[in-house]
């Protein structure tokens, strides 16, 4: 018998992951979003690298959908990229929470594969920006891998994708962050808006 195809064994890794995740965890997430709204906060996404991306892509699926209040630093590159030439790179999303009054009300919510490590200086502007949030009574969320790092240790609420093969862990965690953040907007705890698909297209049935 000839062994798995890559393609196989890494699909197979992705089912596990979904049989593992913490739906207590996702669950209480959706609650801290919807409380967030509720008392009028605003949400900062906060991630670099496919993270970066990540988080683009779910501010603007908290904005149409939840009708809440979001926003990336890594967006404007103009001001991202002056802030870490003139300040540094460890405190520039920091920096970006502060010139944006982040306060009590606000939410910064962390996508990472390792969620931060000062120690090992991985990461660490990252590191400041949850630091920042709790030194403004603010909240923190994320939904990272490995361990979680500096994140898992200081979030009100943290998912963890769980690592099933560790030299697969980056992929999944990003892959991951994709499906709980889409599962987030999808919430009847969230959701406001109707996604255009599933308002225009035909119903159909076996």
């Not at 739906?23 to 690298?49: N, T, W």
Request: glycine share 8%; net charge negative; with cysteine.
């Amino acid at each position: 018998m000839t062994s798995p195809s890559f393609a196989s064994r890494y699909l197979d890794e992705t089912i596990e992951i979904v049989r593992q995740l913490e739906v207590a965890a996702i669950e209480r997430l959706a609650r801290l979003v919807a409380d967030v709204r509720e008392h009028g906060g605003r949400m900062f996404f906060i991630g670099v690298g496919g993270s970066a991306a990540n988080c683009s892509h779910a501010v603007n699926d908290f904005r149409k959908l939840a009708d809440i209040e979001c926003y990336a630093p890594t967006d404007n590159v103009a001001e991202l990229t002056a802030r870490i030439n003139d300040d540094g790179w460890s405190g520039a999303f920091a920096s970006w929470l502060r010139a944006s009054r982040f306060s009590s009300r606000d939410l910064v919510f962390v996508m990472s594969v390792g969620g931060g490590d000062r120690e090992r200086n991985v990461s660490p502007n990252i590191v400041e920006a949850i630091d920042y949030a709790r030194s403004m009574h603010g909240r923190v969320a994320g939904i990272v891998g490995r361990d979680g790092g500096h994140c898992a240790k200081h979030a009100d609420v943290c998912v963890i994708v769980p690592t099933v093969t560790p030299e697969n862990v980056t992929p999944h965690a990003e892959s991951f962050q994709a499906v709980i953040w889409h599962l987030l907007v999808s919430h009847p705890l969230i959701k406001r808006q109707p996604t255009k698909w599933e308002s225009v297209a035909p119903i159909l049935h076996p």
